[in-house]
């Protein structure tokens, strides 16, 4: 079960960065979430679909990152028997590349492991070349196409699935990621 120390702190996963750290999304954190959330190409989500999600706690886990008091990402994961589904995750456009989503990305998935799930799936615009870079990372290959799963945009949706994620070799390669971000970013 994932506990907020396990995430927050200058030692845990994903929160090293200088000024970065990660904890779980309350109600508190909405108004600067849907201010990030704006940004989103497509069907970004109200108020009340992040209050409602917040509420399903045990099938549930969102992170905000913060620098600061300043939200600067978020994500989410919901359980579905042993399936962790990514439901949602973004960077304030400013702070790209500072691998702040693969900071969440590594928190989220140890919490899914936490939880008991075996594999862990999303959906990502066929076009979302830095987003399908991260999930190739992190062993997600694509498994199908929605056909204009984005209607608004006229995208396709990849759906994309890592599995196994319950294993050692799995463990291995999250912590392979996580030592990397202690690194200089190149
Ligand atoms: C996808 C997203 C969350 C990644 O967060 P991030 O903090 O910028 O990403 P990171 O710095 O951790 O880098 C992740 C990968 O994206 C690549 N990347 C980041 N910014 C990039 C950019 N502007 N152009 C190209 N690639 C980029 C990085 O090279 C990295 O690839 P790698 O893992 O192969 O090294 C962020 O780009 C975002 O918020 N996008 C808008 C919302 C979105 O598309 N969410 C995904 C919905 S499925």
Do not use: C
């Amino acid at each position: 079960m994932m506990t907020p120390d396990r995430i927050v702190g200058p030692t845990s996963p994903g929160s090293t960065a200088p000024g970065i750290t990660l904890e779980p999304m309350t109600r508190d954190h909405l108004a600067a979430v849907l201010a990030i959330e704006a940004h989103a190409l497509h069907r970004p989500w109200s108020l009340a679909t992040f209050v409602r999600e917040l509420a399903q706690e045990n099938e549930r886990t969102y992170l905000v990152a913060r620098d600061g008091d300043a939200v600067v990402g978020f994500g989410g994961i919901m359980y579905v028997l042993d399936e962790g589904h990514i439901t949602t995750i973004s960077v304030t456009p400013e702070r790209h590349g500072e691998r702040i989503g693969t900071r969440l990305m590594v928190a989220l998935l140890r919490a899914a492991i936490d939880k008991g799930m075996v594999s862990s799936s999303l959906e990502v615009r066929t076009g979302n070349d830095p987003a399908i870079s991260m999930y190739r990372r992190f062993g997600y290959t694509p498994a199908g196409i929605r056909p204009n799963y984005y209607a608004e945009v006229g995208e396709d949706a990849v759906v994309m699935w890592a599995h196994d994620i319950n294993t050692v070799a799995y463990s291995r390669r999250l912590q392979h990621i996580q030592d990397s971000l202690e690194e200089p970013n190149p």
